[in-house]
């Protein structure tokens, strides 16, 4: 049974209402409400708009009649991988709760969703991380371990602060499984400074007034804006200002005078 037109799809609605178990009618106003909102959207073909009040409905009040709603206003808006997901969840969870058109209806969907999607698991080794396929956000690491999508070529992209942002493509068989192995490399959140001194004295080296050696000195100082200086019991050098930037280098060389 192909549902594809808003009457189809009205009939549907009405047919699961009544072979629907009496429990599924014991929900919150607000997820009744949800509810018959998506519907109306439905009827109207405004998926979209049906397909947000079907999940504000799951998340007032998880139940089959909202799952299943939302399983199809992603599978009527063309999204293979999170319709075969929530047919999935439906199946799994409120199996032996479905009516009979519910269940004839979710076999019949995943058997051709199958057809025409892959599983795609993107393993994040390091926690907290936004991640995104096909600029669309998935989650924070750790993410699902598999997730279904359309066959095809899809992109992933990690990001997390403090380290570089990691961007794949990866290519999704049918039916198949693509593992994507993320390890993000952290960034530079230094830079290193060498101070020499031109006279023959060595110098105090003074790093935003702080005397942290003699030159010739060098050593990792935080990226920003910095400023150096030099003395001696006999002469000093003016300050200089240094932009360090993360991961780079720079070389100061103090001009000393009596």
């Known amino acids: 049974m192909v549902l594809r037109s808003p009457r189809s799809l009205a009939l549907f609605l009405a047919l699961s209402l009544a072979s629907a178990p009496l429990s599924a009618f014991a929900q919150p106003a607000a997820a009744q409400a949800e509810i018959a909102e998506g519907d109306k959207a439905t009827r109207a073909k405004d998926y979209a708009a049906a397909l947000a009040h079907y999940q504000m409905a799951n998340l007032a009040s998880s139940s089959a009649r909202a799952l299943m709603g939302v399983a199809d206003a992603h599978y009527q808006l063309g999204r293979t991988g999170e319709s075969y997901d929530?047919?999935?969840?439906?199946?799994t969870t409120y199996g032996p709760k479905l009516g009979p058109?519910?269940?004839?209806?979710?076999?019949?969907r995943l058997k051709e969703l199958a057809a025409k999607t892959g599983w795609l698991s993107i393993r994040v080794a390091e926690q907290g991380a936004q991640v995104e396929a096909d600029s669309k956000p998935f989650g924070v690491s750790p993410?699902?371990?598999l997730a279904?999508?359309?066959?095809g070529t899809h992109d992933v992209h990690v990001t997390k602060t403090g380290f570089a942002a990691f961007s794949a493509h990866v290519d999704v068989a049918v039916d198949g499984t693509a593992i994507v192995e993320v390890k993000l490399a952290p960034v530079a959140a230094q830079g290193h400074v060498v101070v020499h001194a031109n006279g023959t004295e060595p110098l105090r080296v003074i790093v935003d007034g702080v005397d942290v050696g003699v030159t010739p000195w060098e050593s990792d100082v935080p990226a920003g804006t910095h400023s150096i200086a030099g003395r001696s019991s006999s002469a000093q050098a003016?300050?200089?200002?240094?932009?360090?930037?993360?991961?780079?280098?720079?070389?100061v060389d103090l001009v000393s005078s009596a």
């Open 238 to 251: 003016e300050a200089q200002t240094v932009e360090l930037q993360a991961g780079s280098r720079a070389a």
């Open 148 to 151: 279904r999508f359309a066959a």
């Open 143 to 145: 993410v699902p371990v």
């Open 86 to 91: 929530a047919y999935n969840e439906a199946q």
């Open 101 to 108: 058109i519910e269940k004839a209806l979710v076999t019949k």
